[in-house]
C-alpha cells in the first residue's frame, strides 16, 4: 500500500509463536473459504448479504466468534437476520464488534462446518460507497488492515487466509471487478446484473476486494500468460490506460528474479481507494487522481505490483512484522528502477529515503519492529516503507547480490500462500548465506536509530600513513561494513572498513594531503556527525 501522502511517490511457522499484535486470534478455527453474496442499489446505501463461510475446527468447541460490525447509533452498521449451519437454523448473538454463533452440537477437531449468515445493513466503511471525481455513484471495498467487518463477517486479521467468491448483484450499468477470474456475468431482470468473481488462492481479508462502478476496461498485454487489465473510469478512458498500461512492466521484472506471479490475473483500477494505492491481490486499487496521462504512475504501480509477491503471497503473519510486506515493496521498487534506468537512480532513491530514515528518527526513536504499536493506522511509517527498505538494502550489500537474490528466491518459495515472520525471514537468509544473522537483525530491525559517525582523519608519525578514526556516538553500538573513498595526489580508492567498536582506527597510505569520503555508493544507513 501507499500512503496518499507519498503519492507520487496456516502454517505459522510453529517455532515463532506470533507475538500478539492485539488481535485476539481464534486458534481454534480456521476458515477454509468465504463466499459473499452482496446487493447494492442506487437507492440507497444499504446493502444485502449472505456469507457462505467454510471453517475447520481445530480444536472442540460449541461456538464460533466471527468479527462483524453491529448497528451504530446513527443506523450504520450490520444486522444479521438469519444464521444457519449445514442447512439447519442455528442460535447466534450479535455484539458490538462480533457474531457468535452457538452449536447445537459440538464442532470436534478436524470437523468442516458451513455456516451461512444472512445480514444487511449500511456499512460504516470497509465499502466505500461515494461519488468519484466525475461525480458518478461508486462502490469500493477498501479493507486494509481491518475494515472489512464492518461489511463482511470474517476473521479479520491477515493470519487466517482462505479462498474467496464475490458474487454481486448491481443495477446494470455498473461493471464489476473482483478478486480472481470471472466466473459469470449475467442480466437479470431489475434490470441489474450479476456478477462472479472467484479466487481460488488463499488470501487474507486485507487484499481480497471488489469494485462497481461505471468502467472503461482494455486488455494492457499479459506475462507468462497472465493477463493485464486496466479498468479506468470511462471519462479518464485515454490518460488512464495510456498511465496503468507500465504494469506489464514490472510484473514482468518481479516475475522474473522473484518468481511465479500467485494469481491468474493483473487488474489495475482507478478506485476511490483512501490510499494512495492499495495492493489488493490481483486487483490493485489506485486513488482515482493516480490518472494524469502523464505517465507519473510507474513508482506507485510498481509498488503495488511487488505486494503480489510480499504481503500478499506471503503474508506477514503478525500486524508488528508490516516492514516484510512495506518495506519489501518499497525496495523491490527501487529494484525495478535500477533495472530500467540504471544503478544511479537506486542510489538516488536510497539516499533520498535515508535523509526520510534520519528526519523520521528525530521525532520517533521506535525500531521497525515495534511492539507497542495499538493503532494499526500507525505502522503506516517511515520505519516500515523506508527503514524496511533500507535492512534489505544493507543485506543485499552484507551477502553480495547472488545470494541476497537467492535468499528473496527461497524466502518466497517456502512461505508461498502463508504466513511469515521475521525471524522466518531471517532463517532463510542464513541458510542461503551461511552466515550467522542475529547480529544484523537485532540492530536494524528490533533497535531503534542507527549509527551516527564521526570520521576525521590525521598524518600519522608514520611517513607516508595518514591515521582514520571512525568513531560511533549512538548507543548501542552497531557492527557494519563502511567503504570510504580516499583520495590524495596519487589517485583515489575504495577502502572496505569492518566497524563494531566505539572507535576504529585504520591506517592509509597517503601521498600528501588526503580526502576521504565515507560510504560513496550509498550501502549504509548512518548518519554524519
Ligand atoms: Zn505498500
Not at 477437531?109 to 451461512?116: A, P, R, S, V
Not at 476511490?272 to 482515482?288: P, R, V
Not at 490518472?291 to 505486494?307: C, Q
Not at 580516499?486 to 576504529?504: C, F, H, N, P, Y
Request: aromatic residues 14%; glycine residues 6%; contains cysteine.
Amino acid at each position: 500500500m501507499r500512503k496518499i501522502s507519498f503519492f507520487f511517490l496456516f502454517l505459522f511457522s510453529l517455532q515463532n509463536a506470533p507475538a500478539n499484535d492485539g488481535y485476539h486470534r481464534k486458534n481454534y478455527a480456521d476458515v477454509l473459504h468465504y463466499e459473499f453474496y452482496i446487493a447494492i442499489n442506487d437507492s440507497t446505501d444499504r446493502i444485502e448479504g449472505r456469507a457462505k463461510i467454510q471453517v475447520i475446527f481445530k480444536e472442540e468447541t460449541d461456538s464460533i466468534s466471527f468479527d462483524l460490525i453491529g448497528l451504530k447509533p446513527g443506523g450504520k452498521g450490520m444486522s444479521v437476520t438469519n444464521v444457519n449451519l449445514d442447512s439447519k437454523k442455528n442460535k447466534w448473538e450479535q455484539g458490538k464488534e462480533n457474531l457468535i454463533i452457538y452449536f447445537n452440537t459440538r464442532a470436534r477437531q478436524n470437523d468442516t462446518l458451513e455456516f451461512n449468515i444472512e445480514y444487511n445493513g449500511i456499512p460504516a466503511d470497509g465499502l466505500i460507497i461515494s461519488k468519484n471525481k466525475f461525480s458518478n455513484r461508486t462502490f469500493f471495498a477498501d479493507h486494509w488492515p481491518d475494515r472489512a467487518h464492518n461489511y463482511l463477517p470474517c476473521i479479520d486479521h491477515p493470519y487466517d487466509k482462505a479462498s474467496v467468491d464475490f458474487i454481486i448483484l448491481a443495477p446494470d450499468r455498473y461493471k464489476v471487478v473482483g478478486s480472481g477470474i470471472l466466473v459469470e456475468e449475467s442480466n437479470l431482470p431489475g434490470p441489474m446484473t450479476l456478477t462472479h468473481w472467484s479466487e481460488s488462492v488463499p488470501l487474507a481479508i486485507k487484499v481480497m476486494t471488489f469494485g462497481a462502478a461505471e468502467f472503461a476496461v482494455k486488455y494492457a498485454g499479459s506475462v507468462n500468460n497472465i493477463p493485464v487489465w486496466s479498468w479506468v473510469f470511462p471519462e479518464n478512458r485515454i490518460e488512464g490506460f495510456s498511465d496503468y498500461s507500465v504494469a506489464v512492466k514490472p510484473l514482468e521484472y518481479y516475475s522474473s528474479i522473484i518468481g511465479t506471479y500467485p494469481y491468474k490475473k493483473l487488474a489495475n483500477v482507478q478506485s476511490k481507494t483512501i490510499y494512495g494505492g492499495l495492493e489488493n491481490a490481483g486487483t490493485i486499487f489506485y486513488s482515482e487522481k493516480s490518472v494524469t496521462g502523464l505517465g507519473k504512475a510507474e513508482g506507485l504501480i510498481a509498488h503495488e505490483i511487488a505486494h503480489q509477491w510480499f504481503g500478499n503471497c506471503v503474508t506477514e503473519a503478525d500486524w508488528h512484522h508490516i516492514w516484510l510486506s512495506e518495506g519489501f515493496a518499497t525496495y523491490l521498487t527501487s529494484l525495478y528502477f535500477e533495472s530500467v534506468y540504471g544503478r544511479e537512480r537506486l542510489e538516488s532513491d536510497m539516499k533520498s529515503t535515508r535523509e526520510r530514515v534520519l528526519e523520521y528518527y528525530k521525532k520517533n526513536q521506535k525500531p521497525i519492529v515495534d511492539t507497542t504499536v495499538t493503532d494499526l493506522m500507525d505502522l503506516l511509517n517511515v520505519n516500515s516503507y523506508q527503514k524496511g527498505a533500507w535492512v534489505l538494502h544493507m543485506l543485499r550489500y552484507e551477502l553480495g547480490d547472488k545470494v541476497f537474490m537467492n535468499g528473496l528466491r527461497l524466502y518466497y518459495e517456502r512461505y508461498y500462500n502463508v504466513n511469515a515472520l521475521t525471524e522466518d525471514f531471517k532463517c532463510v537468509m542464513e541458510e542461503v548465506s551461511g552466515k550467522n544473522l542475529d547480529k544484523f537483525f537485532q540492530q536494524w530491525l528490533y533497535t531503534a536509530g542507527q549509527p551516527e559517525l564521526v570520521i576525521r582523519n590525521e598524518k600519522s608519525r608514520k611517513k607516508g600513513i595518514t591515521d582514520v578514526y571512525i568513531e560511533q556516538k549512538q548507543i548501542p553500538l552497531f557492527e557494519f561494513s563502511l567503504e570510504l573513498l580516499i583520495k590524495d595526489s596519487s589517485g583515489e580508492r575504495l577502502e572496505k572498513v569492518a566497524v563494531k567498536e566505539r572507535v576504529t582506527k585504520i591506517e592509509v597510505p597517503s601521498i600528501g594531503a588526503v580526502l576521504i569520503t565515507p560510504d560513496p555508493n550509498i550501502n549504509l544507513l548512518f548518519k554524519q556527525k
